[in-house]
């Protein structure tokens, strides 16, 4: 069995996250699982899980994300501070780190030599989160991968005003009932979130490379419209949701 | 640590009544504490308070107007400040102008109702408007109570206040050496808000005596901002290992007036706060605001600041972003934070103070 | 002044630009006739005269453009004692105007961006965000904008324009001029008054310091002269809309308002005010009103909606609404009685210290309630303005006022008077029709 030096475990809003990371900081497995209320049984059952084929009787825990209070770990620190280690070792370059989450925001500068620099998060509300296209995703019966696809293939958009995900929904179902074309409804819709992502990036100073992370990195048409919004192609890790994770199992390993 | 026992807002009220002192209910920032102490009056300042449901004050208020003054009037809907003879506004901002008048016009309490204009900028006129703005009000008073004052009793209640801004001075200059976390020295340093100044003279000679060699071993921060509310804010940057080293807030730091000139008593209370530290709902230049949190900075030892802002507070906002570059381009770093002081602490925004500290330590190694 | 951009000025602004301007203007006035989309079914055609509003504005922004290097040019705030920066010979521009017309060209929402992007927050004035977002990104519907070299901030009108021009200051360290006018709850004290007086006095110095050149009181006294003449034009003209049916609406006074705003002191106001109200007095004698079929007569409280002017205008008169009296287009005429010639700066010092953004929440009440009855209104409807504290402030109990205690139908409309993010078409629609129902 595999011995596990560290473990990084993201608690957030929407999804747990867990990283199991070798001596160097090689990634030897990676979990994806839907946050159950309940975080600490869910933790205890998946680390059960784990234990049948990974030594990790010794392991050091790193538990960060919302919900790291619940969990027994040997430190806590902020998704601020994971995902920046996260994101550094990965590329192993400086710059801007955008986590765009399923509720927050988090856009992160990085120094060359790995330090965080200086931060920022969204307000309270959900404008520019994964929720803001959820929120249209569910109200019209359509994937947010399909809505992805139609936004993309798009020839023209409609401008959708509203930054507050519960207006812009709204919103979206006046302009489609006013006759627009979905898919230029649907483009406009993720323009108005990429617009805030990127006046955020703006806010505290854009230094390239642009670096994404979190689950909505995966949406092509996020990732296509800020490249347009900003100038720059943006990097982005193959599985760009546990970067966060893994920051955290590599901080273990330095305890 | 050090405790200290402070009696509540509550008791202090009971007892200066039945000392057969009057009640004034003051709203933020600027006033004359000495002014009403003269006339035997006791302040009692209403700062929210915090967590408070702000229901009611939606009877006078749009949602777009910040928190301090929703509950501050919340608070007296809810009979809460029927207690005073005295309510006092002072004009502060556009929110608090709004509050004062529409208490005036509409809400006409049974209170005695003063309001109290702060000139902005720092100048001569300035001294000699806000000088005769307080003798109207001492007229004011004079009326209510049915006697005026001496000179010489003005005097006095002056020299007191000096004194204890001479402490607080002292106090914020040791504090780390000082066995008090956070919340306990905060605790005591707002206690001012509706404390006698012999009561709380008293409190700050205690902690004074109990200054060690010793110093914190902590990361220390800067708060800026109208008011630390909801408090726990603090018991979370203490938690993470840091502590409060210095403040720029308009409950605290920016009234630490300093010494008058004059003899006028009205002059001197005049200078004492049209000189005082730089303010934004004073309107002062960036100059002097970068240049007084720099010093603060120096002053602490302390590695960052926070600026701590209630929502739709406008006079804070607008210092912002120029504020933050210039700090950065010396070298400071800083956090913005957004707060309503009725809603509890938002796990965004412990987050953001944790990985705050986070940065700040990990950029002093 | 130098000689370069006194030449590119004489060219490319008076010679060229005015004759090009005045050209425009007599062809538009000879061929007067509404645009396409103008609703003529149901209001009436807009005034002629309206073609000068255009002409004024044009060419004031046309000036600014080449303007630095030859006039000294100073920004100041919508209520600022702007007669001794005139008798200096200052180019005069208003950001808050600016701000709006940015707004009503649908421009404001991509400038104040440009603001936020910087971190400024979306909670401050959005025509603080207008202007800051044009300075950073020099983005601005009229090409643009002279620098200032003087900056003079009154806070009559608010407190936020004080923390806005500190922002100016930083941004192009050029001298500030603070008057600060204390807020007056019931009426001003003499040491207010005096107060505001040595301020004025004071500025003398920096003013002339900036100008290069000494104040002269005739020069001054002349100007405020023309800045009386035309505020009483102006209040005439808003007083002729007591007429039934109304010859013109609130709608077309946010639009011709701009030069009491921007020109006032200037000798072409007069004459424009003049003109127009010529045209409205021929309106009344062909018992023509701004809404053709108006059944109804209401008040606005509160800064227009810029870029939702039309939108409005058209669904109120759809109902037969005419929006008649404003206590926003008043209050660059109510003060005018106050001005003296004689005593230019005493008389200054009061008339500023007493606009009505300056005055308790009672006092606007009364004004409403004034008008109500003298307009012969069914309703008000209130524009609370996110942006604007001081003038929103009081508004739920002044709504409450105007229902109970005079029965008049009264709106408050959740609104942004320059950033449409805090605008919904539908909501708004649903509420002014419930509006519409109440009156009836
Ligand atoms: S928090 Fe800001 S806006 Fe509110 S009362 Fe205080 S200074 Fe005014
Ligand atoms: S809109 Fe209101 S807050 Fe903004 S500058 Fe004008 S008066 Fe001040």
Redo the contacts between chains.
Sequence with gaps: MEKVKSIGIDAGSTTLKIVGVEEEGKILFSVIEDADPKIEEQTDKLLGELRNNYDIENSKIVATGYGSNLIKADKKVTEITCHAKGIYEYFKTGGTAVDIGGQDNKVILISKNGKVVDFIMNDKCASGTGRFLENTSWRLKISTEKMAELAISSDNEVKISSTCAVFAESEVISQLSRGQKLEHVIKGLHRAMVKRITSMVYAIGFNPPLMLSGGVAKNKAVAQMLEEELGEKPLIPENPQIMGAFGAALIGLSE | MLHIDIPSRKEVIEKAKSEGKKIAAIYPIHYPRELFRSFNIQPIEVWGPPKTDTKKANAHLQSYICSVVQSGLAFYLEKQLDIADIIAVPHSCDSLQGLGSIFKDFINPKHELITIYLPREKNKENVEFLSNELKRIYKQLSEFCGFSPSSEKLMEEIKKEEEIDEIVDKLYRIRENLPLSSRGFYAILRSREYLSPDEFKSKLEYILLHASKGRLKKTGVVFSGLLPEPMEIFDIIDEMDCFVAMDDMACCMRRVYGKGNSDDPFERMAERIVNGPPDPTKGNSFNERFGFLKSLIEISGAKGIVFYNVKFCEPEYFYHPILKEKLSKAGIKSLIIETDINEPISQQTITRIKAFTEMLRENEQ | MNLRDSIKYLFSYKIAGETFIKLNTKKAFKNFKPPKSWRTDILAPPLKTGVYTKEIIAKHYLEGRYVNGVKPVAWVTSGAPIEILKALGFYILYPENHGALCGARKAA?EIS?EA??????M???SY?RTDIGSILSKKTPVGKLPKPDLLLCC?NI???V???Y??L??YYKVPLI?I?T??V??EA?E??I??VK??LE?SIDVSEMVAKKSLSFTKLKEIVKLSKMAAELWLEIMSSNKNIPSPISVFDQFIHMAPIVEKRGDAVTVDFYSKMLKEIKERIKNGIGAVKNEKKRVLWDNLPIWYKIKFLSEFLAEHGVSVVASTYTNAWGELAPMMDIERPIESMARTYTYPILNR????K?KTMEMMVKEFDLDGAILH?D?SC??Y??????QRL?LLNELGAAALLL?ADHND??AF?D?QSKSRLKAFVEMME
Excluded: N
Excluded at chain 3, 116 to 121: D, P, Q
Excluded at chain 3, 392 to 397: E, T
């Design positions: 929402l961006e936020e992007k910087k971190g400024y927050s909670d401050i004035c603080a806070t608010c407190q936020t004080l923390y806005w500190r922002v200051a930083e603070v600060d204390p807020f709850y019931d004290k040491h207010d005096e107060y040595k301020q004071a308790g929440t009672g006092h009440l609370s996110r504290k001081p929103s402030v009081g508004q739920v109990d006022k959740e449409p993010r919904s539908e």
